[in-house]
């Protein structure tokens, strides 16, 4: 029974290696295909491209896609190997030996995954180097059907040089600056980068990162803002259309058809009232003032009544546009969320475009800021700006005003805010620009 598992075992192991492998192969063929239909047979670059950018920016995602599966499934088919390799060598030196009809099963034979392995390398040295570890796929001479000592890929492998990854390699200039926080001060370090980049005898080179870091800018500032904009408009416009469609096909029919319905809830009836008791000692003022006429009983009452219609108009109006605001948020907050599930690159993109641009500023920039969101949210005086903000959304969901919520609430997140702004400059300001919590600490104790 346990020669049968074992046999079943290293048998799976060989079909996941062949699938692996194939997989692998497959990411390369296509990668070849885009290069042949697109790119004139040459490597995928914005350079050897007649494209727009929104086109540039789906082949590119297209082929870091394919680079990503490939080396996943090449660190599959190392894994695997190694494993294969040594239930092979214990298959042999051990009493559970068994037919080699199920032993490691490449029935391409060696030329076939040597020519495959060939292939993917010819891709992939077009590209970054870092997606692909050929080096460290041996193909053991133990297994019954291997031999490393023919292998022209690792021969090959040995002879590569890593390419330049601002070349091609897009995905590295989205590495935000909080990654790359160390012990030494960006400054310091940044400051250190630039000598070595005017000392390089390679002007050539340098000038060639110029133009790529400036076309990466512009790129990446584009896709940023059109994202913004994105971000901004599909949810306004989802709302106003379903606030309009749900209010013409539902709401306002059965608020129409209940006129009783005036008031959603009690603070509303209360306004009405107060309003109305206005409108009353008004009218009565300007009557003993002598800017109108005298009013009988029956002319009074007349006026009252045509004001707590028109009232009841009024709030009967704010009570159904509080109900389509609760249906039209959630089509708004759906919207919202499938652009983000749809938009993961730009997603990136944008973080990184406005983590550069935060941490870009001068260290007195950094300082004003952080004052002032600090003062403005958490400070001595933002009590009050909170009550308007809760107030204004109880008013637009047509909730009840709680004054004990809206107590607790500005007794504990300012406060929750106020120590993960602490914790942020703290943890990653600090190290990535301490001058400018110095400024910080000289501008807030000033």
Request: hydrophobic content about 35%.
């Given at each position: 029974m346990?020669?049968?598992l074992?046999?079943?075992?290293?048998?799976?192991?060989?079909?996941?290696?062949?699938?692996?492998?194939?997989?692998?192969?497959q990411?390369?063929?296509?990668?070849?295909?885009?290069?042949?239909?697109?790119?004139?047979?040459?490597?995928?670059?914005?350079?050897?491209?007649?494209?727009?950018?929104?086109v540039?920016?789906?082949?590119?995602s297209?082929?870091?896609?394919?680079?990503?599966?490939?080396?996943?499934?090449?660190?599959?088919?190392?894994?695997?190997?190694?494993i294969?390799?040594?239930l092979?060598?214990?298959?042999?030196?051990?009493?559970?030996?068994?037919?080699?009809?199920?032993?490691?099963?490449?029935?391409?034979?060696?030329?076939?995954?040597?020519?495959?392995?060939?292939?993917?390398?010819?891709?992939?040295?077009?590209?970054?180097?870092?997606?692909?570890?050929?080096?460290?796929?041996k193909?053991?001479?133990?297994s019954?059907?291997?031999?490393?000592?023919?292998?022209?890929?690792?021969a090959?492998?040995?002879n590569?040089?890593?390419?330049?990854?601002?070349?091609?390699?897009?995905?590295s200039?989205?590495?935000?600056?909080?990654?790359?926080?160390?012990i030494?001060?960006?400054?310091?370090?940044?400051?250190?980068?630039?000598?070595?980049?005017?000392?390089?005898?390679?002007?050539?080179?340098s000038?060639?990162?110029?133009?790529?870091?400036?076309?990466?800018?512009?790129?990446?500032?584009?896709i940023?803002?059109?994202?913004l904009?994105?971000?901004?408009?599909?949810?306004?416009?989802?709302?106003?259309?379903?606030?309009?469609?749900?209010g013409?096909?539902?709401?306002?029919p059965?608020?129409?058809?209940?006129?009783?319905?005036?008031?959603?809830?009690?603070?509303?009836?209360?306004?009405?009232?107060?309003?109305?008791?206005?409108f009353?000692?008004?009218?009565?003022?300007?009557?003993?003032?002598?800017?109108?006429?005298?009013?009988?009983i029956?002319?009074k009452?007349?006026e009252i009544?045509?004001?707590a219609?028109?009232?009841?108009?009024e709030?009967?109006r704010?009570?159904?546009n509080?109900?389509?605001?609760?249906?039209a948020?959630?089509?708004?907050?759906?919207?919202?969320?499938?652009?983000?599930?749809?938009?993961?690159?730009?997603?990136?993109i944008?973080?990184?475009?406005?983590d550069?641009?935060?941490?870009?500023?001068?260290?007195?920039?950094?300082?004003f800021?952080?004052?002032?969101?600090t003062?403005?949210?958490?400070?001595?005086?933002?009590?009050?700006?909170?009550?308007?903000?809760?107030?204004?959304?109880?008013?637009?969901?047509?909730?009840?005003?709680?004054?004990?919520?809206?107590?607790?609430?500005?007794?504990?997140?300012?406060?929750?805010?106020?120590?993960?702004?602490?914790?942020?400059?703290?943890?990653?300001?600090?190290?990535?620009?301490?001058?400018?919590?110095?400024?910080?600490?000289?501008?807030?104790?000033?």
């Open positions: 346990f020669n049968r074992f046999r079943s075992t290293k048998r799976w192991i060989s079909n996941s290696l062949e699938n692996a492998l194939e997989e692998a192969y990411r390369a063929l296509t990668i070849k295909k885009i290069e042949d239909e697109h790119f004139k047979g040459q490597k995928i670059s914005f350079q050897n491209c007649d494209y727009g950018e929104s540039w920016a789906y082949f590119q297209e082929l870091k896609s394919n680079l990503r599966v490939i080396k996943v499934k090449i660190n599959q088919f190392k894994t695997n190997k190694s294969h390799t040594f092979s060598s214990k298959s042999k030196n051990s009493h559970y030996n068994y037919n080699h009809s199920g032993d490691y099963n490449f029935e391409y034979e060696q030329e076939i995954i040597l020519e495959k392995l060939n292939f993917i390398d010819q891709i992939l040295d077009k590209y970054n180097a870092d997606y692909y570890e050929t080096s460290s796929v193909i053991d001479s133990n019954p059907n291997q031999n490393i000592n023919n292998n022209p890929s690792l090959k492998q040995k590569i040089q890593k390419q330049d990854k601002n070349d091609n390699n897009f995905e200039s989205l590495e935000t600056v909080s990654d790359k926080t160390s030494l001060p960006r400054s310091f370090l940044r400051t250190i980068d630039r000598i070595k980049q005017e000392i390089d005898p390679k002007s050539s080179e000038e060639q990162d110029v133009l790529n870091k400036f076309r990466k800018s512009k790129y990446k500032t584009a940023s803002i059109k994202f904009l994105l971000l901004i408009i599909v949810p306004l416009l989802v709302h106003n259309v379903a606030k309009i469609a749900l013409k096909v539902f709401i306002d059965y608020f129409s058809r209940h006129e009783e319905i005036v008031f959603i809830n009690q603070d509303l009836q209360e306004e009405a009232l107060i309003e109305l008791k206005n009353e000692e008004n009218l009565n003022l300007k009557v003993m003032l002598g800017i109108i006429p005298e009013l009988s029956e002319e009452e007349h009544k045509a004001k219609q028109e009232l009841g108009e709030y009967r704010e009570s159904a509080a109900i389509k605001n609760i249906f948020d959630v089509f708004s907050l759906i919207a919202f969320g499938i652009v983000i599930y749809f938009s993961k690159r730009e997603l990136q944008l973080k990184s475009f406005i550069e641009t935060i941490y870009g500023l001068s260290d007195s920039a950094k300082a800021l952080i004052i002032l969101f003062d403005m949210f958490v400070g001595f005086h933002s009590p009050h700006g909170w009550e308007v903000i809760l107030e204004s959304i109880s008013r637009h969901f047509g909730l009840p005003e709680n004054r004990d919520f809206n107590f607790l609430f500005i007794a504990t997140f300012p406060v929750i805010l106020d120590t993960v702004l602490k914790y942020w400059i703290f943890r990653y300001l600090n190290r990535i620009s301490p001058s400018a919590v110095a400024t910080y600490k000289n501008m807030n104790e000033s």
